[in-house]
């Protein structure tokens, strides 16, 4: 991933022997009695390693790991009951992934936790579903596939309507959707949150955050390579962006004390890129708050988009977030913005 670059590989190495050592200083949350081979294996000097196949795994915490180079980040939470994954990756990588889940951990992947529709955070379901075990005790239920939770606009963009031909095969769909606020659900002697947030990438966003591991995956709602991307045709929006980075800090990410800005507390993981804390988001909510602003100061004064554009509305963080070339380059980001601001 060249994306992430050389500051973001440092900026992980970095946050993950910290993250480790106040792992160390809090005490692990499990007793030797409580865990069997995973365990042991995540008590093995931790960091980041290369697998074989070109992903590399870190473990976050001592029952949490974040699997990169899939597509969207892969996470899986390690328990009595099996696997939690937030995400699968991409279909193409499928295979990999399983293989890099099953060197963490032999136990049964039993959910999926989707964080949106994307091909490249749903694409793995399939595969990771097959080789899993549902969640529930039902014994009518689809005992040979994990349970796949999502919110209900994933599977209705995951589905087509009748007569129309769906762009994933029905065994990557959810199994399980829920439309309210909050789906919490108890599983490896964590709370398991899974978070509904209204049209911020797009009208499908959850996020997951497991209150006793406390780490929380945010999906594409935080992306610390480049701006948010928001993407108006599939329901996101700059208001739904700013509120979910808002509620992230107000709610969920909980600051280092006494010095808020320090390092340390939850543990962020993004959809992409590297693992964050609450300093960080607050770096990037203020960054896309302070644009936002200045965006509609020009839509106030009436400005045209491409008045807007070349009056540089990102300057003083372009070098940071921005970009001209890829999928998601800083001109793409300011009209969304601009269209989202003129729109209201
Ligand atoms: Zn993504």
């Known amino acids: 991933m060249t994306a992430l670059g050389r500051r973001g590989a440092t900026a992980r190495l970095a946050l993950v022997v910290i993250l480790l050592a106040s792992a160390t200083l809090r005490g692990a949350p499990f007793t030797s009695g409580q865990e069997g081979p995973a365990l042991a294996q995540s008590r093995q000097p931790a960091g980041v390693t290369s697998s074989p196949q070109g992903l590399e795994t870190i473990q976050v915490r001592p029952n949490v790991y974040a699997i990169f180079g899939a597509g969207g980040n892969v996470v899986v939470h390690v328990g009595a009951d099996g696997l939690v994954l937030v995400d699968g990756g991409s279909a193409d990588m499928a295979d990999k992934v399983l293989q890099a889940v099953k060197a963490i951990s032999p136990r049964p992947i039993r959910l999926i936790v989707n964080t949106s529709a994307d091909a490249d955070h749903v694409g793995g379901n399939g595969v990771l579903g097959d080789a899993g075990v549902s969640l529930s005790t039902d014994p009518f239920s689809q005992e040979s596939h ?5 919110h209900e606009n994933v599977l209705l963009k995951m589905s087509a309507p ?3 031909a769906s762009p994933f095969p029905t065994n990557a769909w959810p199994n399980d959707t829920f439309t309210s606020r909050f789906r919490s659900l108890y599983v490896n002697d964590d709370a398991l949150q899974v978070i509904r947030q209204t049209g911020a990438h797009s009208d499908a966003d959850a996020m997951a955050l497991f209150r006793n591991a406390d780490v929380i995956v945010t999906g594409d709602v ?3 390579r480049q701006f948010p991307v928001i993407d108006p045709a599939r329901g996101g929006s700059i208001q739904g962006e700013l509120e979910a980075l808002n509620r992230l800090l107000t709610e969920f990410v909980v600051p280092n004390i006494p010095q808020v800005l320090k390092h ?3 543990v962020v993981i993004p959809g992409h890129g590297y ?4 300093a960080e988001v607050v770096d990037y909510r203020d ?7 200045i965006i509609q100061d020009m839509v106030t004064k009436g400005m045209t988009l491409q ?3 070349t009056a540089n509305p990102t300057k003083g963080y372009r070098a940071r977030f921005g970009s001209d070339t890829g999928p998601w380059t800083t001109d793409k ?3 969304a913005v601009y269209n989202g601001l003129k729109k209201k």
């Open 146 to 150: 994990a349970t796949v939770l999502a």
């Open 162 to 164: 009748t007569g129309s």
């Open 222 to 224: 935080i992306d610390l």
């Open 264 to 266: 340390g507390g939850t």
């Open 275 to 278: 693992v964050s804390d609450y």
């Open 287 to 293: 960054t896309v708050t302070v644009v936002t602003d």
């Open 307 to 309: 008045q807007v554009k």
């Open 333 to 335: 980001f300011v009209e």
